[in-house]
């Protein structure tokens, strides 16, 4: 099965910034899409999805104002704009369907350092 690619993490400094994607497995992803993140030794979390027309957002509290999530218009590739970071952003982040129902196969995610 055919799993999410995510990239563009990296190294940063806290207050810096950074864009990760995604690529949707097997070409236009029509449903809600989230971006997950884990970090260790904790469970993962959700942190920003956007839904299947790509009209609404939503975000978990902590990072609301500093992340944005966006998709292309051929809804194969969605991107996470991350601002402001601090060290407790520090994570693997994950792309994958917004319902349980629909998740499909994780990928490998993207790993963000913040450093302080």
């Known amino acids: 099965q055919e799993q999410w690619v995510e990239s563009g993490g990296g190294l940063v400094q806290a207050g810096g910034s950074l864009s990760i994607s995604c690529a949707a497995p097997g070409g236009p992803f029509n449903y809600a899409v989230s971006w997950f993140r884990q970090a260790p030794g904790k469970e993962r979390e959700e942190v920003a999805s956007?839904?299947?027309?790509?009209?609404?957002?939503w975000y978990t509290g902590s990072v609301k104002g500093r992340f944005t999530i966006l998709r292309d218009v051929t809804k194969t590739t969605f991107y996470l704009l991350m601002n402001a970071l601090n060290p407790e952003d520090t994570a693997t982040y994950y792309c994958?369907?917004?319902?349980?129902?629909?998740?499909?196969?994780w990928g490998q995610g993207t790993q963000v350092v913040v450093s302080s």
């Open positions: 994958n369907a917004e319902e349980t129902r629909r998740w499909t196969s």
């Open positions: 956007i839904g299947a027309a790509g009209a609404s957002e």
